[in-house]
């Protein structure tokens, strides 16, 4: 009796060794493909081809570089134009405005691109100088302001533009572009 006691005992022991071992081994095999399908995956790198500074985004706020950056860029792209882009010009500016000011944006756009439309007047815009309020999400461009007509020169004045941001979750977006003209605006 006890023999048999000790046989049934010794062959569920085997069982049990058997279903750890297949354990074990499956275990393995999936821990080797995961491996192998971690390392065979494309890597992806961000590269910052203009700024010699890095660069991060938080949920706790905008940096002072990133702000910068962002502003300069559309500035850039904002007050260089000439009639033969108008459309893709509205449509980058667009691209980066808040929703909540999309449509007053557009509007003012719009305006500006029945104005220029068919017409030969083009802008170019060099920045000398900028401010940057990260807190509030203000920046200021200044700069000499070209309008050309053909390729004639017809006005060179100096401007200061004041930009409007909001940031939400990681994303910022422009809520309010002008232009600062009077002199104690331009102290602020």
């Known amino acids: ?84 882009g108008l459309d893709y010009w509205m449509e980058q500016i667009l691209k980066v405005a808040h929703p909540a000011a999309y449509g007053t944006l557009r509007a003012e756009l719009v305006k500006i691109v029945t104005e220029q439309r068919g017409s030969d007047l083009a802008q170019a815009f060099m920045i000398t100088g900028m401010t940057i309020d990260p807190k509030r999400l203000v920046s200021e461009v200044e700069g000499e302001l070209k309008t050309f007509v053909g390729g004639q020169v017809i006005a060179s004045e100096r401007k200061r533009f004041r930009f409007g941001w909001r940031y939400t979750g990681l994303n910022l977006a422009l809520t309010s572009f002008a232009l600062v003209s009077k002199p104690e605006d331009l102290s602020k």
Do not use: C, W
Not at 64 to 79: C, G, I, P, S
């Open 1 to 84: 009796m006890l023999a048999d006691i000790a046989h049934q005992r010794g062959q569920a022991l085997l069982r049990q060794r058997r279903l750890l071992l297949i354990a074990l081994a499956s275990s393995f095999l999936v821990n080797v493909g995961g491996l192998l399908a971690l390392s065979s995956k494309d890597r992806e790198v961000i590269l910052q081809p203009i700024t010699t500074r890095p660069l991060s985004i938080t949920s706790s706020g905008v940096s002072a570089d990133y702000l910068e950056l962002v502003t300069r860029d559309v500035a850039l792209l904002l007050l260089n134009r000439s009639p033969a």
